[in-house]
C-alpha cells in the first residue's frame, strides 16, 4: 500500500491563523477584501473578538454575525467579506491546501478591470506578495477597489453575478492546468489513500496501522503576511 506523505494536514487542508484588518473602507465599515473561491471551500473557527462575514451567491445577499466560538463554512462561488466590530480573530481551514495559493481566489474588482487580465493582475499583486513589512497600504488600496465593485455587484441583481462568475473562470483558465497537478498531488492523493486503507481493512490487511506517529508545527512559519482579510499567521505543513 502507497502511503501518505506524513507531512499532509487531515484531508490535506491548510491552515491560517487571521487578524481582520481593523481599517475603514469606503463604505465606513472595517474589515477585509471581498472575494471569491473556485474550487475551494472555506471555514471559519472564530478564536476572539466580533464581527460578520457579508456572502453574496445564488442564495443572494447574507450577513452571518461572527462570535468567539462561532463555526461558519462556505462553498465556492461564495463572494465572501469579513467584517472586523472589534478584535476578530479566526482560524481559517481552507480545502485543497495549495490551491489557495496557487490563485484560487478572484477579488470583485469592477468589471472593467475584472475584463483585462494585467489590469486585474496590477490591482491585486501586493509588493513582494504582501511579506510582512512591506507597505501594508497596498492591501488597504487593493482591499478598498474591490469593496466598491462589490457594493456595485451587490446591487446587480442575479445577471451580474453571473457576469462576475463567468469573468472570474475567465481570469483563472490560465492556471488550471497547474490547479490540477496540485490537486492530484494533494487532496485527491489523500483521499484515494482513505480508500485504499478501507479495501485494505476489508481485507484483513491493518498493516498501515503501523505508520501512525505525530506531527506538530509549534509555531507559525510566518507571522503577520497581508492577506485579503488580515494579517495572516501561516503554517506551512506541506510543499505542495
Known sequence: MTAVARDQMPGAVGISRL???????????FGGTPHMHLTCSEGYVVTAGEGHVQTLSGEGYRETPLRTGTVAWFPPGTIHRLVNEGGL????????SGLPEAGDAVLT???DVLADPAAYAEAATLPEGGAPGTDLGAAFRRRDLAV????????????????????????????????????ERGALRVA?????????????????????????????????????????????????
Open 192 to 240: 484515494l489513500e482513505t480508500g485504499r486503507q478501507i479495501d485494505a481493512l476489508a481485507a484483513g490487511d491493518a498493516s498501515h496501522l503501523g505508520a501512525g506517529g505525530i506531527n506538530v508545527l509549534p509555531a507559525p512559519s510566518e507571522h503577520g503576511r497581508h492577506g485579503m482579510c488580515g494579517l495572516l499567521d501561516t503554517y506551512h505543513a506541506t510543499a505542495a
Open 89 to 96: 480573530q479566526i482560524v481559517v481551514v481552507m480545502q485543497n
Open 19 to 29: 487578524s481582520v484588518y481593523d481599517s475603514l473602507a469606503p463604505d465606513g465599515l
Open 109 to 111: 474588482f469592477p468589471p
Open 148 to 183: 466598491t465593485g462589490f457594493l456595485a455587484l451587490r446591487e446587480s441583481g442575479p445577471d451580474g453575478l453571473a457576469a462576475f462568475q463567468a469573468a472570474a473562470a475567465r481570469l483563472v483558465a490560465p492556471k488550471l492546468p497547474g490547479w490540477r497537478e496540485r490537486w
